[in-house]
């Protein structure tokens, strides 16, 4: 939804009602991943995709049904086995949709959830796409952090807000959709009717809304530039560190949304001792300067949860580092987690293409990807956390 919703919140504040699309649910090659979301606005607009084009198609038509009855619906999509190019994927993928009318009357709290994900405040919204019990689908909560559960400024009250049907079912849900927003994760949860947890019945999708994940650049030179746009481009909240104030400036670095002047190691402490360092955080140190790079890899490579950590440098700047870093005390396993020389093999020359090869690793690494091409490889090109078909 987060791509849509300046669309999504105008059409609401003139109280129109809109038809939305969601992907809650991706098995195999499907193109776009669960929280993709179409909007079908109330001239006949269409704003988002579901599938990169397979059955935006369909979509618009059930959308506009949806937005006629009232009544919400969930949609699987996948490839016919009469005729490939029939209302499906052809990538081979499978994809459930739920499709939505969106309102004031329907929605109340959108304005809510739309003002907390432009100022970065955590947030998820978590609602019934299937239920024996038709009059509960369509029913959502919105769910905010307790204390502590997401970064330093996390909104310190929890809440719910409406209910999905029952109090038993609205704590599980509750419970979970905390779970997937401290992760900055949406997905699709299974219960029985009431909420039971070993259950089957109903099905609930949590579009999490959490702020952006950090990319800590730490290395005021031109290939550092190019790595924070880069890191921009691919959403990540770009933080460019240097402790030489000559050369960390925001007028070098236009593409970080912050350029700070610290001694590396102390800086990096401090955003772990704030709870602004996580699962999510990406640290690329290119510094080239051991007095630099070797005590602020002794604090990110001891970190128990970060996202990546990788180092430029020739094979032996890497070898010295290593040895400095045994010196310093750090084990085998905590070393291994260093990605350096950092990047993937692309004879990348340029700081351009120097920070794409950064990219590529880091994306790689998220996903399970090979970095291999994909001319080269047999199977899915997309990778995805739920590699199952669906059984019904």
């Not at 809510?112 to 955590?122: I, L, N």
């Not at 019934?128 to 919105?142: D, F, N, Q, Y």
């Not at 960390?248 to 350029?259: L, Q």
């Not at 800086?267 to 955080?281: I, K, P």
């Given at each position: ?30 193109p ?10 109330p ?20 959308a506009?049904d ?24 052809t ?10 009318p969106?309102?004031r ?6 304005g ?11 947030v998820?919204?978590?609602t ?15 769910v ?20 999905i ?24 949860l299974t ?39 880069v890191?921009s ?65 002794e ?7 970060v ?10 700047t ?9 010196e ?13 020389p ?31 091409r ?19």
């Open positions: 939804m987060r791509e849509v919703m300046d669309e999504l919140t105008g059409w609401w504040e003139r109280g129109e009602t809109v038809g939305m699309g969601t992907v809650v649910g991706t098995w195999r090659s499907a776009r991943q669960p929280g993709a979301a179409m909007l079908v606005g001239g006949g607009e269409a704003v988002g995709s579901v599938s990169g084009g397979c059955v935006e198609g369909a979509v618009y038509e059930l506009q949806v937005v006629a009855s009232g009544r919400p619906a969930l949609q699987r999509y996948g490839v016919s086995d009469d005729d490939a190019y029939a209302v499906g994927l990538c081979g993928g499978i994809l459930d949709v739920f499709v939505e969106v309102s009357e329907a929605f109340p709290e959108l809510e959830v739309a003002r907390d994900v432009a100022a970065g405040r955590p998820a919204v978590a019934v796409v299937e239920h024996p019990e038709p009059t509960w689908v369509g029913r959502r909560i919105v905010r952090p307790e204390d502590g559960d997401v970064g330093g400024d996390a909104v310190a009250t929890a809440a719910r807000t409406a209910s049907g029952s109090a038993r079912a609205d704590d599980a849900v509750l419970d979970d959709a905390r779970g997937l927003l401290a992760q900055g994760r949406s997905g699709l219960y029985g009717p009431d909420g039971e947890r070993r259950g089957e019945g109903m099905r609930v999708f949590v579009s999490a809304f959490a702020p952006k994940p950090r990319m800590l650049v730490f290395g005021a030179i031109d290939f550092a530039a190019a790595v924070a746009r890191g481009f691919l959403g990540y909240q770009v933080t460019v560190c240097d402790a030489r104030p000559v050369f960390a400036t925001t007028t070098r670095f236009p593409g970080a949304d912050e350029v700070v002047v610290r001694w590396p190691s102390d800086y990096l402490q401090d955003q772990v001792d704030a709870g602004r360092v996580d699962a999510r955080t990406v640290v690329a140190v290119l510094t080239h300067d051991p007095k630099f790079d070797v005590p602020l890899l604090v990110a490579l001891r970190l128990p949860d996202g990546f950590v990788g180092a430029m440098g020739s094979r032996r890497h070898d010295d580092r290593l040895a400095r870093l045994r310093a005390g750090l084990t085998e396993t905590e070393l291994a987690r260093l990605s350096s950092i990047g993937l093999d692309l004879g990348a020359r340029t700081p351009e293409e120097t920070a794409v090869s950064i990219a590529a690793e880091i994306v790689a690494l998220r996903w399970g990807g090979a970095g291999e994909l001319t080269a490889t047999d199977g899915p090109i997309h990778h995805h956390h739920h590699t199952d078909a669906p059984t019904s």
